[in-house]
């Protein structure tokens, strides 16, 4: 296929999987429950716990009380004292509310921490890395469910995707019938695709991604190869390469 039969035949499943229905219980997704809510700390918690069985993910979301968030920390304690998810205990997940709640009180937003660092470069990193330091330095606790869930402050050279917090920038900053658009001062041409497996895979069938190894430095070169096709957006075409590796459709 040519690049440009593969740019046409690309941007066609974005536009085609770009309506409402394209995420339904029959089609399940994290941005399930948080567009139900609006929120960009509910965002974040449903963008942290998305990785195993999409079933499981939103069986678990459904079983959270997102009111917990304005709660008291002994009241968030309390109600979360028989939950886990996988890597997480229930001291993990009462940890991680107690630390967005601790943030929503104290800072108000997450927006306003991951900006400034952002600005300076137009560097989503920079931004990520501000952020992931304010939620470790917010709550002094730790453990391995936990820096699972937050992911490593990013270095200069970083190694993992950071697909979760990839994918939460990408429901932050886009806008259209699937992402939020809850923040208004990133631009989506500095957006990085949140690289899966099913991603992954397909880029590299596709031509999309020479490298061999699944990291940080793939996901520059699937982010790049898309702002060939759009300049402006390269990361609208996320979802459609994630649904199209899910379902195994060749294009």
Known sequence: MTFEALAKRLNE??????????????RPDPLLIASRHNDEFIALICALFAYGNVSSI??????????????????????????YYRFQNAHDIQALF????RFKKEIGSLESVFLPAYQ??????????????????????RSRGYQFLLGTIP????????????MYLRWMVRKDH????????????????????HTFALGKKLGL???KSYDFKAVLELSQALQKIDPSDPVKYDFALYRLGQEKILL
């Open 155 to 166: 270095q200069a050279n970083p190694h993992s995707p950071y697909k979760r917090w990839h």
């Open 178 to 197: 699937l992402d939020l658009g809850l923040w208004h001062d990133v631009d989506t041409k500095d957006l990085l695709i949140p690289l899966d497996t």
């Open 209 to 211: 991604i020479q490298r």
């Open 13 to 26: 499943e974005a536009h085609k999987r770009n309506h409402a229905d394209e995420i339904s219980v029959d």
């Open 58 to 83: 939103i069986q678990f979301l459904e079983s959270l009380d997102f009111s917990l968030l304005d709660a008291d920390e002994s009241n968030i304690e309390q109600a979360l004292e028989s939950h």
């Open 98 to 101: 107690i630390t967005l709640s």
């Open 120 to 141: 300076k470069r137009s560097h989503v990193m920079d931004g990520l890395r501000a952020l992931i330091a304010m939620l470790y330095d917010i709550n002094p606790y």
